[in-house]
């Protein structure tokens, strides 16, 4: 049996944070704002896991209202809602996402991602996809003001 989830989210960027998508730091001027570490290609992953299972969503699994999320590095979520799918009696068969960001460019940092991901989820890089978009200065991720992603996972019965 397979199931299949969807996930997006969006953060906006602001000054005197990091910016780390992916699980790694990328260089720019402006971080993205949350309670957590905001990386927005983790949690919208995180979400569509969360979403192939039926389970509530990642706002409700790690509320921003509780302090022991504050500033958690993402990948600790994602090791435990990856762990939620093992026990769920699921394996991960493939991930499709897209970084939508005006600035900065994301192409010279997905392999980094993917080894980063791809080591947390037990996943061969061939079954994990991460692509680089923008808004072409249209909206607010466009006019540089946020990031989004959005993310499909597939899940297989084992």
Same mark, same amino acid.
């Given at each position: ?25 990328? =260089?720019? !001027?402006?971080? %993205?704002?949350?309670? +957590? ?22 706002? $409700?699994?790690?509320?921003? =209202? #509780? ?7 993402? $990948? ?6 990856? !762990? ?12 499709? +996402? ?16 993917? #080894?980063?991901?791809?080591?947390? %989820? *037990? &996943?061969?890089?061939?079954? &994990? +996809?991460? /692509?680089? /978009?923008?808004? !072409? *200065?249209?909206?607010?991720?466009? *006019?540089? &003001? ?8 597939? &899940?297989?019965?084992?």
């Amino acid at each position: 049996m397979y199931r299949i989830g969807i996930g997006y989210d969006i953060h906006k960027l602001t000054q005197g944070r990091d910016l780390i998508i992916g699980g790694i730091k990328i =260089t720019h !001027e402006k971080g %993205l704002l949350g309670h +957590s570490d905001a990386d927005v290609l983790i949690h919208a992953i995180i979400d569509a896991m969360l979403g192939a299972l039926a389970l509530d969503d990642i706002g $409700t699994l790690f509320p921003d =209202t #509780d302090p022991k999320y504050k500033d958690i590095d993402s $990948t600790i979520l994602l090791k435990h809602v990856y !762990e939620l799918v093992k026990t769920k009696g699921y394996k991960i068969v493939n991930i499709d +996402s897209n970084i939508i960001a005006q600035a900065p460019k994301m192409m010279p940092y997905i392999p980094k991602m993917k #080894d980063v991901l791809c080591k947390i %989820l *037990q &996943l061969p890089h061939e079954d &994990l +996809s991460i /692509k680089a /978009k923008t808004k !072409e *200065q249209l909206d607010a991720v466009g *006019q540089k &003001l946020a990031i989004e992603v959005n993310a499909v996972v597939l &899940l297989e019965k084992i």
